[in-house]
């Protein structure tokens, strides 16, 4: 599976960004996504999670209500919509593959997209 994250951007706090993660080979479908992000130095944090018929969602408490992940089994792709944008959100997003319902853990995962660079700056 290959998966290819664009989207990212610099921005202002407050604003808005998608994200977007296409994945090809393998059967979309039956898997389920995730997105993290990963500053300078720091470990991968989990983001957020949805499973293969996105019934299942979870956020990281620090992006609940601001951000919201979807898919379109039909497109491949996987999508991170980012509002309300802070500083603190700046990081290098990715998106990664994993064969569970639901994972927050990065083990869980075993394929991660090129990451996407998002920087929310006035």
């Known amino acids: 599976v290959q998966l290819q994250a664009s989207g990212g951007g610099l921005v202002q706090p407050g604003a808005s960004l998608r994200l977007s993660c296409t994945a090809t080979?393998?059967?979309?479908?039956?898997?389920?996504m995730g997105w993290f992000r990963q500053g300078p130095g720091k470990e991968r944090e989990f983001v957020a999670a949805?499973?293969?018929?996105?019934?299942?969602?979870r956020y990281a408490d620090s992006v609940k209500g601001r951000f919201v992940i979807s898919r379109d089994n039909a497109k491949n792709t996987v999508y991170l919509q980012m509002n309300d944008l802070k500083s603190e959100d700046t990081d290098v997003y990715y998106c990664g593959v994993t064969r569970i319902e639901l994972g927050v853990a990065t083990r869980a995962y075993e394929y991660w997209g090129q990451g996407t660079l998002v920087t929310v700056s006035s």
């Open positions: 080979g393998g059967t979309f479908s039956s898997y389920g």
């Open positions: 949805i499973n293969r018929s996105s019934r299942l969602i």
